[in-house]
């Protein structure tokens, strides 16, 4: 019998054909379930990938304690590494991390630190506050998702080979948000690499500064404000997020993202994340405008059951003008 640990249970996760949104006959759009991942989400990749590195160059070892700043999925992700190699890990959060999020996150053992999405400081940024962290100690690890190509390189390396060997390189358009940007610029390049007429779309939550910065605007981070989606879109620019991959962007907001979530949940029967019903969504816009034959790829980064305390709260959605779904 063979041995399977924790971490070979990541990745090959299953892409299914999303049968009640073609918009029109021979426009098909299919998508790569990564909530399947161990921890929930496509982050298990990168981390997986990142602390293996780490670990081969000799920076992480077994009194190693691993750092990282993260809206939540990559925190579970990192928690649930470190935990089955016997390191100890310590995460920095937004205050609009889900209560879900930081549960997991705790469930592995790790230390949860939650800043304000919206600091007054720089320093106060997640993010930058898991870097200062870092520095205090030899012994600490700092992931730094944000700033590492080893990012998206994990996703050129496994995600995007295997939607390209999952669609047998059927693919005309590849649509996915961003957040650090890893995903979207890791598997485009795979993909473009296979076939450069394939079209790569960003969908990027109104609120987020990538759509304006990679149309052009001087004036970019003045479209910078509070939205509910985790895990999607950002404030500032991040080193990860390669633009110039990018063929289009389509932009959404919490409305057309969390209503996409309840959708998908009632016809497809697939529980999924904010960043999921955007993605979809924006595939769906996509798909209005293209013609048949086409197929369009997308992916599902996170389990809806991230989310019970907000998105399929009726509370949650009552506070945020979105009753009707909770009345549903």
């Given at each position: 019998m063979s041995k399977i640990e924790a971490l070979d249970l990541i990745g090959n996760?299953?892409?299914?054909?999303?049968?009640?949104?073609?918009?029109?006959?021979?426009?098909?759009?299919?998508?790569?379930?990564?909530?399947?991942?161990?921890?929930?989400?496509i982050k298990d990749r990168i981390i997986a990938y990142m602390v293996q590195k780490g670990v081969e160059a000799g920076q992480i070892n077994k009194s190693t304690t691993l750092v990282e700043g993260s809206s939540g999925n990559t925190g579970a992700s990192v928690a649930m590494i470190a935990s089955s190699m016997g390191l100890k890990s310590i995460l920095y959060v937004p205050d609009k991390c889900s209560?879900?999020?930081?549960?997991?996150?705790?469930?592995?053992?790790?230390?949860?630190?939650?800043?304000?999405?919206?600091?007054?400081?720089?320093?106060?940024?997640?993010?930058r506050a898991a870097g200062i962290r870092?520095?205090?100690?030899?012994?600490?690890?700092?992931?730094?998702?944000?700033?590492?190509?080893?990012?998206?390189?994990?996703?050129?390396?496994?995600?995007?080979?295997?939607?390209w060997d999952?669609?047998?390189?059927?693919i005309?358009?590849?649509?996915?948000?961003?957040?650090?940007?890893g995903t979207v610029s890791g598997v485009a390049k795979r993909l473009k690499e296979n076939d450069p007429n394939i079209?790569?779309?960003?969908?990027?939550?109104e609120g987020s500064v990538y759509k304006p910065y990679f149309e052009g605007k001087e004036d970019y981070k003045s479209y910078k404000k509070s939205f509910q989606v985790e895990g999607a879109g950002k404030g500032s620019l991040c080193p990860t997020m390669d633009f110039d991959i990018l063929d289009d962007a389509v932009s959404f907001n919490d409305k057309n993202a969390i209503e996409m979530v309840h959708y998908i949940a009632r016809q497809e029967g697939l529980m999924v994340g904010g960043s999921s019903g955007g993605n979809v969504w924006a595939a769906l816009e996509l798909a209005k405008r293209m013609e048949a034959p086409a197929r369009i790829v997308t992916v599902l980064p996170d389990s809806g059951f991230k989310y019970l305390s907000k998105i399929f709260n009726p509370n949650w959605l009552k506070e945020i003008g979105l009753g009707h779904l909770a009345a549903d």
């Open positions: 996760t299953p892409m299914v054909h999303l049968k009640t949104f073609d918009p029109k006959p021979g426009v098909e759009i299919h998508a790569k379930l990564e909530f399947m991942n161990p921890t929930g989400s209560d879900e999020k930081i549960a997991i996150i705790k469930s592995y053992g790790a230390e949860v630190i939650v800043k304000p999405a919206s600091p007054v400081t720089p320093d106060e940024e997640y993010g870092a520095s205090e100690r030899e012994d600490f690890y700092h992931i730094d998702q944000y700033n590492s190509q080893l990012n998206p390189e994990a996703h050129y390396m496994t995600l995007g080979k295997e939607i999952d669609m047998n390189g059927k005309d358009a590849f649509v996915a948000t961003a957040s650090t940007g079209k790569i779309i960003l969908a990027d939550p």
